[in-house]
């Protein structure tokens, strides 16, 4: 019996101690319900509406991101808000005050829940922007959503309404209502575009998940192209799960967009579970085209969206992040993306070895401008081993000067070039 006494008063201590820390939680926990709508495409406004309730604290802040993660210039998208305002469950307007950058704090006391409501003014069509034009919308919840500060971990919904025939596609998890999604915290919500209007969906199936690409405007990259691309991008993500044992979403998204961007972020951009993508349209627009930069893209989901420099996270949206590792991010993307397209078998050997020299004659320029780019084409794959020792060696010695192994945003590192030039040499040894 004493036995028994001692043995259940820990575990009645445990199960009231557990019941109790579940009620503060769920206390604590925040609902957040956002909703987005367009009603008058002219305005090239949207309207969000934000709903939080279970509020249990004195104060609250609310925080708008100034910057996008993989697009390193602050754009302090609260520029483009207008009449914004919160309220109280009555309606009544509740003061607040500026006291951040693009942080307001309002009283809270007696106060369980509250809705903010703004119009957000999309005007420019770029990769950390936000657009509304006639045929279609396009943004990223970085440029949209208020943070609860202290809530991150947070899940919410976010509602849409759209102008009637128009098509909707996000990298937010999907629920049976096709305009409803849900996030599984801050983090997450913000890092999803979503693309509504008229557009192409071409959908495949890889290892069991649903990946879209979603083409605008429609009828731009036809149907063969959309199909002999999803098909080349399938083997090319295949190439990328072997290397990590298996794809960590439940689905994926690639937006592209055949028209020029409307400011300087224009190229492409990583998410989580998505990337967006600018390619000039007409029959330059190929399906080989553009899986270079479809296999860097869905590289970055690993290097950097979850493998990441420490500086870098948690994010600090308020302002510039720091760190001196995006040549890890940019540099070893760089590689794998170009050698996966080789294991799909996309592309071929003699072009993989075209990029690669094409890549180490552009580390080397413009101080060996006159003679790398002519010297390094001449060695291509062949029987020839002299060439084969002259090009590893080439690279090699080329490879510990001067400037940095990525061309996309990357920092010039001489490590990120030696780093670089040695993965690149061991797998061109590997397959000549
Ligand atoms: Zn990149």
């Given at each position: 019996m004493r036995y028994i006494n001692r043995l259940v008063s820990p575990v009645i201590f445990i199960v009231v101690l557990t019941f109790a820390q579940v009620a503060i939680a769920q206390k604590s926990a925040l609902k957040i319900d956002h909703a987005v709508s367009l009603t008058d495409v002219a305005k090239q406004q949207f309207h969000i509406t934000t709903d939080i309730k279970n509020i249990h604290q004195p104060q609250l802040s609310l925080s708008l991101p100034t910057w996008a993660p993989g697009w390193y210039t602050v754009e302090n998208y609260f520029k483009n808000v207008l009449r914004f305002r919160i309220t109280d469950a009555k309606g009544a307007v509740l003061p607040m005050r500026m006291t951040k950058k693009q942080t307001w704090t309002i009283d809270t006391k007696g106060i369980e829940q509250i809705r903010i409501d703004y119009d957000y003014s999309a005007t420019v069509l770029g990769l950390n922007q936000a657009k509304i034009a006639s045929d279609f919308a396009f943004f990223t919840g970085i440029e949209l959503f208020l943070e609860p500060v202290g809530h991150r971990d947070v899940p919410s919904t976010v509602k849409f309404q759209i102008p009637a025939g128009w098509k909707l596609i996000s990298a937010l998890k999907d629920t049976p209502d096709p305009m409803l999604f849900t996030a599984a915290d801050y983090d997450t919500l913000v890092d999803a575009p979503v693309l509504m209007g008229s557009f192409d969906v071409t959908e495949c199936e890889v290892e069991g998940k649903p990946h879209y690409f979603a083409a605008a405007p429609?009828?731009?990259?036809n149907a063969e192209k959309s199909k002999r691309y999803t098909e080349i991008w399938g083997k090319t993500i295949q190439a990328q799960s072997a290397i990590f044992g298996g794809l960590p979403y439940e689905k994926y998204v690639a937006f592209y967009f055949f028209m020029p961007a409307q400011s300087n972020a224009s190229g492409a951009l990583e998410h989580l579970n998505s990337y967006v993508a600018f390619s000039p349209g007409g029959e330059r627009s190929t399906p080989e085209g553009i899986i270079g930069t479809g296999s860097h893209e869905f590289f970055h989901l690993w290097n950097v969206k979850r493998i990441r420099p420490a500086e870098m996270w948690p994010y600090d949206y308020s302002r510039e992040n720091e760190t001196p590792l995006l040549w890890v991010s940019e540099g070893f993307t760089n590689y794998y993306g170009v050698v996966a397209t080789y294991r799909a078998g996309v592309t071929t050997k003699e072009a993989f070895l075209q990029r690669a020299a094409d890549a180490a004659a552009g580390i080397e320029a413009p101080r060996l401008a006159s003679i790398s780019r002519r010297q390094i084409r001449r060695f291509r794959p062949g029987p020839d081993t002299t060439r084969r020792s002259h090009l590893v060696s080439h690279i090699t010695r080329r490879g510990k000067t001067s400037r940095a192994c990525s061309t996309c945003r990357s920092g010039t590192t001489r490590a990120a070039n030696t780093i670089w030039t040695t993965l690149c040499v061991r797998f061109i040894t590997s397959i000549i």
């Open positions: 429609a009828g731009v990259f």
